[in-house]
């Protein structure tokens, strides 16, 4: 039993609430939740046990939490659940669920007829899957997450776009994510039994949370299990908030809570998307003298040219606009990002105009000194 059967404090990080999830986020403030994290029971439908082909039984899930009498009694709870999130999720909240084809599909509709507005859809590709041992069936590889906003009309929602291009060797990462299940060390265990039987891998809650959360944000899961979540919101300095209504699920999360060592400073930082950083017009670099009117910029292969003008247009030929435009009509084509096609030169090295940009930008914004 976990010691304190009501709730477990990990100031100034998060707490395990233990109770039924409807019911406790009825209890919390409307909008103090920036992430939702949900991991809900997949109704599996399970009649019978697996086996595997020397007839011995696959340790699946077949805990009372997964079982529902019928698909509307499921569709009900869900329902409940998601309305009670969206109820908590701030402006700029976001919420992620996870599930199978047993459940996803239904959990998918619900979400959009409550509201939600769907963002993405992720598809998580298992690089080491359990085999359909009955053969007669495509093996089950793939989980499939949702990600989506608490409505259509949300202004603004986390995606810090640059960190994850970072973390995908700056390639833009894609909605396919191939991550192994949670085995080996990672995966906890009651003698020769899981303890939990749909335990998540972190290598997936750090994605998410990178992706979508910054340093202090409140993450909420709901279905927190044995605590996933919590340990890499933590790690990560994010605030976490668990719901669990098993008490050996909540002894085992706090135990893993309390051996993490969260990380701090620069450790913590991430690469900024630019649209989070200040606006710095190209002209801005005429007016600083960063580059001088009549400078020449090149494409990279030095093959197309224009001229730099005293107001920050450029000309080509018979050709006159901004950096981007000048850039889209050279090339034939609708559009096309100036900072990124224009270089210029310097002592005989063709240079991207945006390393000038955000020169301008550390002046905007200097770094404090220790």
């Not at 409807?22 to 919390?28: D, F, I, K, Q, Y």
């Not at 670099?285 to 224009?306: C, K």
């Not at 270089?343 to 105009?353: Q, S, T």
Request: charged fraction near 25%.
């Amino acid at each position: 039993m976990p010691r304190d059967a009501e709730q477990f404090d990990d100031l100034p990080y998060g707490k395990i609430l233990t109770g039924d999830c409807v019911s406790r986020m009825g209890a919390l403030e409307a909008g103090s939740v920036d992430l939702v994290f949900a991991d809900p029971p997949y109704n599996l439908q399970l009649s019978a046990g697996l086996k595997r082909p020397d007839n011995s039984l696959v340790n699946g899930v077949t805990e009372d939490w997964d079982r529902f009498d019928s698909f509307a009694e499921y569709d009900e709870f869900t329902k409940k659940w998601l309305s009670a999130a969206n109820r908590l999720l701030s402006d700029k909240g976001s919420l992620w669920v996870i599930g199978s084809y047993h459940n996803i599909f239904r959990i998918g509709s619900i979400l959009q007829d409550l509201g939600y507005w769907i963002l993405n859809d992720i598809v998580w590709r298992k690089t080491n899957p359990m085999p359909n041992f009955h053969g007669r069936r495509f093996t089950n590889a793939h989980e499939t997450l949702i990600w989506c906003g608490k409505s259509r009309n949300q202004k603004k929602y986390t995606f810090n776009y640059q960190a994850l291009k970072m973390l995908n060797e700056d390639v833009q990462m894609r909605s396919d994510w191939s991550l192994p299940i949670c085995t080996g060390e990672e995966r906890l265990r009651q003698g020769d039994q899981k303890a939990h039987p749909t335990q998540k891998p972190k290598s997936l809650l750090y994605r998410i949370l990178l992706a979508t959360t910054n340093t202090n944000d409140l993450v909420l899961d709901p279905f927190f299990g044995t605590g996933t979540t919590g340990v890499v919101a933590k790690e990560l300095g994010r605030r976490y908030l668990g719901i669990e209504r098993n008490p050996k699920y909540v002894s085992l999360a706090q135990e893993r809570l309390e051996n993490v060592v969260p990380k701090s400073g620069q450790e913590l930082e991430m690469t900024p998307s630019n649209r989070s950083l200040p606006r710095v017009p190209f002209g801005n670099l005429i007016e600083r003298g960063l580059l001088p009117p009549g400078a020449v910029l090149y494409d990279h292969s030095g093959r197309l040219s224009a001229k730099v003008r005293a107001d920050g247009s450029l000309v080509a030929g018979d050709i006159t606009g901004s950096i981007h435009g000048v850039a889209a009509a050279l090339q034939g084509a609708p559009s096309c990002n100036g900072w990124a096609f224009w270089f210029f030169d310097d002592h005989g090295k063709l240079c991207p105009i945006d390393l000038l940009r955000q020169k301008v930008r550390a002046e905007m914004s200097p770094v404090p000194r220790p």
